[in-house]
């Protein structure tokens, strides 16, 4: 037994042995050990320096060593990845990524920025002078203020020249916000009883007056300095949205006409624009025009069915010229796409228009759809793109621009229980630009 078993066991070492002694038929090995790779690349600045808005921001690192080809840099903020848009062997141009995921927190300020080049082996880092990494800071371009939600809904808003935001919400109460410091606020009661639960157009008017509106014939005022409204004016017909020109004159559309009404609340007859089968949501004066948008509901072809028109003030009385098409919207979201709920104007004369969310309904089941809540109409080209779509969702139901570089919008959802839809809230967004004048508040 003892031979058998030892046979067996010279017999196994012999086959192993001539195995692994036989020649293989592998492919040379890619390693190569002389290959020492590109070039690591080089940080040497980063533009702006210290700190960027997450996922809008735009930087540049400059540096050595970079790959042309855009796709064969990897910029690195933490463990998200930027987005290379334009690339040279000395400068990267890159949108950040979105890199908060807490709620709460309005930035970061302990980013490591760190570059991976196609064939360089090593990383290059944003170095100090000193050689240690340089902690970078993102921060939200986009934040919730004000403390809204659905307990207590905003419908419209406005600010003033000193930055104070002016909210109206179904509580029926006016709450005046003013910044305390970068991401806090005061917040305090205006008007206490603005005697309707839905309001439509809010402006900060001449004399620090504050004037409503409610898609009725009327328009109410606040006296300055806050208390009990007051009516100021009864039109012809419904009104949704107001503002002033340099004159003082307000301007008030809604339903049928635009209406002109002096600083005594006197509505002027020649100051009617004509715009049947029109409903209007958003007005904004600007450039010696009324802006208005909303929709067509007649039936000439001619008429866009969801639009921007405009008419020029003649004289100081609020004469208005004829209807003017600024932008057929439908040639942008088609004709079941979603409708403009506002407008507004920034220093160079490109329109904001805010839009309304979309949704997609299974039997019982509505499906939220993000889309561009906001979008900018260039003015001198008549090129539209997307505001801010990484980091702002639909819909934005009220805009105002600050007289600082902030826009605050209401973000007032149709069905609250839609399966992903946001949560109720005012926006305030920032912006590396001023607004146009608005000049109620300035009067």
Known sequence: ????????????????????????????????????????????????????????????????????????????????????????????????????????????????????????????????????????????????????????????????????????????????????????????????????????????????????????????VVPAGGGAKSEFVKVKSKVTDIDFDQNGTLFAAGTDSIYAVNTTGTPNSKGVAEYKDFAIVSTRVYDNHVYVAGTYKGTDLLIAKKGIWRNEILDQDGTLGSREEVYDWTDYVGDNGPDILSITFDEDGDIYISAKETYVFSGETSTYVKTAAISILHMDTQDIEPFYHQVLSPPATYMSWSDQNYIYLVRLTEIETATGAPTIRIIRAQVDKHGAPYYGRQL
């Open 1 to 220: 037994m003892k031979r058998i078993l030892l046979l067996s066991i010279i017999v196994s070492l012999t086959v192993l042995i001539n195995m692994t002694g036989c020649d293989t038929d592998y492919p040379p090995s890619p390693w190569n050990p002389d290959d020492t790779g590109n070039p690591s690349p080089i940080v040497t600045s980063v533009t702006p320096p210290d700190t960027s808005f997450e996922g809008v921001g735009i930087i540049q690192i400059a540096g050595q060593y970079f790959s042309s080809v855009p796709t064969e840099n990897a910029v690195f903020f933490n463990a998200k990845r930027g987005t290379v848009l334009e690339a040279t062997p000395t400068l990267l141009i890159i949108q950040n990524p979105v890199v908060i995921d807490i709620p709460t927190q309005n930035y970061v300020d302990s980013i490591d920025i760190k570059i991976a080049v196609n064939r360089a082996y090593e990383f290059g880092n944003y170095l100090k002078t000193d050689g240690n990494m340089y902690p970078y800071r993102l921060k939200r371009a986009a934040i919730e203020y004000g403390n809204y939600d659905a307990s207590d809904k905003p419908h419209a808003l406005d600010c003033d020249s000193t930055g104070a935001l002016y909210v109206v919400s179904e509580s029926k109460i006016i709450y005046k916000i003013v910044p305390n410091g970068a991401y806090d606020f005061i917040k305090t009661s205006y008007c206490p009883n603005t005697g309707f639960s839905i309001i439509t157009g809010l402006k900060m008017g001449p004399g620090g007056r504050l004037f409503y509106t409610r898609k009725e014939k009327s328009i109410y």
